[in-house]
């Protein structure tokens, strides 16, 4: 045996990684997988359906139910609940359990709940307590029940600039996410009020727009965007309200706070952009340099940084 197993363990898989340790009164039935380098700690019970990656942790009171993926370097804290079933009657088994799939390197807090079906992206951090009800995006930080976004985290590979680690949006100097711009427009001001704007030959706008659309309306806890574009440009200002918008060209990823009509984002292709934390009164106008393709949107994290270079 490659793995250490502590003497009050039960494990009737074959399929248990080098290196991994499982300690006392863990239950791991047939057919599950577990891979290397893995701790599971104390009163963990897994079912025969389930996949545990390499360099996983799974701390003490978890269940693991038919369908749970983890993959590569996921952290369950202590107590997490994992469910399979979303209308679940005694004795009465659905014909095909619902998967639930955790990215590589995401982390799930103490007492979370984490409903079925649902995908957490990779390096997010769901907070302790969080019951989440939808999939997470790649980096996020939820909370909450239901669970929102709070903010987005850094892989450890990732840079940021100094404001940024300190969890407050980055101005126009320190935008490090390739091609992306932060603009500060001028504002004239007399009695008949405020007056700002921005001209395609005068250096402000990179492109002719040839189509606008607003966003209104928004749920402070909705999350807008969560896709790159292959060659569409965007101009995105907030002229009522604010949100914030996560920038990531799968090297560096950065926020920009919108709360001002005279702010404006230049978004180039192939960046990732996320608009979320809307004001009640927010008003978001985005200005497209091409008509509507659905071709043009890459949805996927994965599929953005494997097209960027970044993923095998």
């Known amino acids: 045996m490659t793995y250490f197993k502590h003497d009050t363990a039960i ?30 700690c104390d009163q963990v019970f897994i079912e025969g359906d389930v996949i545990v990656g390499d360099d996983v942790t799974i701390k003490s009171g978890v269940q693991l139910w038919d369908g749970v993926r983890l993959e590569d370097g996921v952290f369950v804290g202590p107590n997490a609940t994992f469910t399979n079933d979303p209308f679940p009657r005694s004795r009465k088994r ?47 930080i939820v909370v909450g029940n239901p669970a929102h976004i709070r903010g987005y985290v850094d892989a450890r590979t990732r840079q940021t600039a100094p404001s940024a680690a300190r969890g407050v949006p980055v101005t126009a100097a320190e935008m490090k996410v390739a091609g992306v711009r932060v603009v500060e427009r001028p ?89 979320y934390n809307f004001s009640a009164d927010a008003v978001l106008l985005v200005l497209a340099s091409d008509p509507y393709d659905a071709a043009d949107y890459i949805r996927d994290y994965d599929e953005f940084l494997r097209l960027r270079g970044r993923l095998k």
């Open 187 to 275: 504002v004239v001001e007399d009695l008949r009020g405020l007056l700002t704007f921005a001209e395609t030959g005068a250096g402000d706008l990179p492109f002719t727009p040839c189509r606008y659309f607003i966003v209104s309306g928004v749920p402070s806890r909705q999350v807008r965007g969560e896709h790159a574009h292959r060659a569409l440009q965007q101009w995105l200002t907030c002229i009522h309200g604010e949100c914030r918008v996560l920038v990531d060209d799968g090297d560096v990823r950065q926020e920009v706070l919108l709360d001002r009509p005279s702010r404006a984002l230049y978004l180039p292709p192939m960046v990732w952009g996320v608009q």
């Open 94 to 140: 659905p014909e095909r359990f619902s998967e639930t799939v955790v990215r590589r390197g995401a982390s799930i807090g103490a007492n979370a709940t984490i409903l079925p079906g649902r995908t957490i992206g990779q390096f997010a951090m769901v907070g302790a307590g969080a019951v989440v009800m939808h999939d997470v995006p790649p980096h996020a």
């Open 11 to 40: 494990v009737e898989t074959p399929h248990v990684g080098e290196g991994t340790r499982v300690w006392a009164f863990v239950h791991i039935l047939g057919g599950a997988r577990i891979g290397r380098n893995c701790n599971i």
